[in-house]
Antibody, heavy 118, light 111 residues
Framework: QVHLVESGGGLVKPGGTLRLSCVAS????????MSWVRQAPGKGLEWISY????????YYADSVKGRLTISRDNGKNSLYLNINSLRAEDTAVYYC???????????WGQGTLVTVSS | QVVLTQSPSASASLGASVKLTCTLS???????IAWHQHQPEKGPRFLMK???????IKGDGIPDRFSGSSSGAERYLTISSLQSEDEADYYC?????????FGGGTKLTVL
């Protein structure tokens, strides 16, 4: 059974940095591409980053390019997202998801909440 | 850049059927899409992929009550025998070269 567990969210001041983690189980992590998707309060889902099974290529949404770094450690079945220069508009629940055939997100985690506020 | 358009809300009675629509922007009518269900306080759940010819691939454990179809630039999700737990936000999603796009979502209320 596929299981994705995000962690690392919390309350952060504007301008701060945060590292989110996603631990995967129930499947061969190294065989699958991964993404991060977020949902701001009262808003819809927004794709923000993708990483292939090998670690390259990597893609970012234009809205976050330059402030996010996605990475993975296949030996630890883990996916990461570093966010710097945090802004109020980064306040959201962040989900990790398995990407199938470069197309659909076919498994999702339960999310971790990031709140950016002074 | 492809854009997906969904109605913000829909409602139907318990036990009835409802058909949700996702419209692809002009020039993108051949795109496949995916449907995701997002219940409150939970992570989203992949329901199915729907191709332009109406063929579909469902996610693991998705009941037969959920079906998908296509017509032109529209992609549909039909939920029959509505249950209270079907009350959720439903998002369509598609993909391009190095980018993934979601529709704005439809909030389904089960009356």
């Amino acid at each position: 059974q596929v299981h994705l567990v995000e962690s690392g969210g919390g309350l952060v001041k504007p301008g701060g940095t945060l590292r989110l983690s996603c631990v995967a189980s129930g499947f061969t992590f190294s065989d699958h591409d991964m993404s991060w998707v977020r949902q701001a309060p009262g808003k819809g889902l927004e794709w923000i980053s993708y990483i292939s099974r090998s670690g390259t290529p990597i893609y970012y949404a234009d809205s976050v390019k330059g402030r996010l770094t996605i990475s993975r450690d296949n030996g630890k079945n883990s996916l990461y997202l570093n966010i710097n220069s945090l802004r109020a508009e980064d306040t959201a629940v962040y989900y990790c998801a398995v990407v199938r055939f470069l197309e659909v997100f076919d498994y999702w985690g339960q999310g971790t909440l990031v709140t950016v506020s002074s | 850049q492809v854009v997906l358009t969904q109605s913000p809300s829909a409602s139907a009675s318990l036990g009835a059927s409802v058909k949700l629509t996702c419209t692809l922007s002009s020039g993108h009518s051949t795109y496949a899409i995916a449907w995701h269900q997002h219940q409150p306080e939970k992570g989203p759940r992949f329901l199915m992929k729907v191709n332009s010819d109406g063929s579909r691939i469902k996610g693991d454990g998705i009941p037969d009550r959920f079906s998908g179809s296509s017509s032109g630039a529209e992609r549909y999700l039909t939920i029959s025998s509505l249950q209270s737990e079907d009350e959720a936000d439903y998002y369509c999603q598609t993909w391009g070269t190095d980018t993934w796009v979601f529709g704005g979502g439809t909030k389904l209320t089960v009356l």
